[in-house]
Every structure is written in structure tokens, then in C-alpha cells.
Nanobody, 115 residues
């Protein structure tokens, strides 16, 4: 079973940037879609951004213009570049992958935006 491991979370001031990484234990070239979700305390998990194998991206309205998703098949890694971070971006961020039949999730990485 493919494992997804996130890294890159942490504490950042408002207006700052972070880059999250999601490393897969196997080739991600078989994934139709990969992406990032987040869950803030007391809220449901929500989509942040996804990217298809063909390169089509989809972003939550809250992420448009600030976040960029990318994937490097050679490194079996998906990235989320987050700029202009706001306190509302504070959440646990989860990596997600879908191979056409099964959803895969990482364990999550905490992002805290605070001064």
C-alpha cells in the first residue's frame, strides 16, 4: 500500500510563506489525481488544491492566487507552495492521492499562522 508522508509545516507569521511536501513510498505516476486538504479545529476537512496527472489544477477559492500545487513524478513528491499566509490558513494539512480506485491519505502536517 502506498504511503504518503507530509513535511514542511510549522509556525509562520501572517504574510509569510511555507512549502509543504508530500513524499510517496511508490511511484506517483499511477495516481490520477493528487492534492492537499486541510482541517481546522472544529471544522470539516476541506479541499485546498488538486492536480491531475495531466496537469489540470483546481483550487479552493481561499487558495487561488496564493497557493500553488505542483508534482514531481521523478521524485514521487507533491508540493504545495503557500504564500501570503493568513491566520485562517491555520490547520492540519493532508496530502491526498487517488489512483482511480482508492483514496490515499497522509498523516497530516500542522500549519500555524500567527504573530
Amino acid at each position: 500500500q502506498v504511503q504518503l508522508v507530509e513535511s514542511g509545516g510549522g509556525l509562520v507569521q501572517p504574510g509569510g510563506s511555507l512549502r509543504l511536501s508530500c513524499a510517496a513510498s511508490e511511484s506517483i505516476s499511477s495516481f490520477d489525481r493528487m492534492g492537499w486538504f486541510r482541517q481546522a479545529p472544529g471544522k470539516q476537512r476541506e479541499l485546498v488544491a488538486t492536480r491531475t496527472r495531466g496537469g489540470t489544477t483546481n483550487y479552493a477559492d481561499s487558495a487561488k492566487g496564493r497557493f500553488t500545487i505542483s508534482r514531481d513524478n521523478a521524485k514521487n513528491t507533491v508540493y504545495l507552495q503557500m504564500n501570503s499566509l493568513k491566520p485562517d490558513d491555520t490547520a492540519v494539512y493532508y496530502c491526498w492521492g487517488w489512483d482511480g480506485a482508492t483514496n490515499y491519505w497522509g498523516q497530516g502536517t500542522q500549519v500555524t499562522v500567527s504573530s
